[in-house]
C-alpha cells in the first residue's frame, strides 16, 4: 500500500453556506474550492492556512447526517490565545485540559461536530 497523506475531510453539515460561514468566518479557514455539482449540490472546500489537509462541507452522504463527525484534532501553536479568540468569536469551547498527549480543549460547530483544539507538549 503506497498511502501518503489524508487529503479531504468530509464533514456533513444540513445547511453549507451557514457552515462555510462558520469555518472561514469563525475559524478563519480559507476557501479551497467552491463550485456547483450540478443543480442541487455545491462543492465546499476549505482548509486551515497552510494545510495540506482540507475539509469538503457534505449534505449528500446519507450514513453520515450533520454532526456525525466527532473527535477531529487541529492542532495549535497557542492554545490560549486560540481558545480565547473562538471564545470572543461566540464559539463554545470547553476549559483547556491537560494531558500527558498535549493541552486541548473541545467545540462544536453549528450541527454538531466534534472538534479538538490540540497543543503538543
Known amino acids: 500500500m503506497s498511502i501518503i497523506s489524508f487529503e479531504i475531510i468530509s464533514v456533513p453539515v444540513s445547511d453549507q453556506s451557514k457552515s462555510k460561514h462558520f469555518y472561514q468566518e469563525i475559524l478563519g479557514f480559507e476557501l479551497i474550492r467552491e463550485e456547483s455539482m450540478g443543480p442541487a449540490m455545491q462543492w465546499i472546500q476549505l482548509a486551515p492556512k497552510g494545510c495540506a489537509t482540507t475539509i469538503a462541507l457534505v449534505t449528500w452522504l446519507e450514513k ?5 463527525l466527532q473527535g477531529v484534532m487541529l492542532n495549535v501553536t497557542d492554545i490560549d490565545q486560540d481558545h480565547a479568540t473562538l471564545s470572543a468569536r ?6 483547556i485540559r491537560q494531558e500527558p498527549w498535549g493541552r486541548y480543549s473541545m467545540f462544536n460547530d453549528p ?5 479538538i483544539l490540540r497543543q503538543a507538549p
Open 90 to 95: 461566540g464559539v463554545q469551547l470547553s476549559e
Open 111 to 115: 450541527d454538531g461536530n466534534g472538534w
Open 64 to 68: 453520515m447526517p450533520p454532526g456525525g
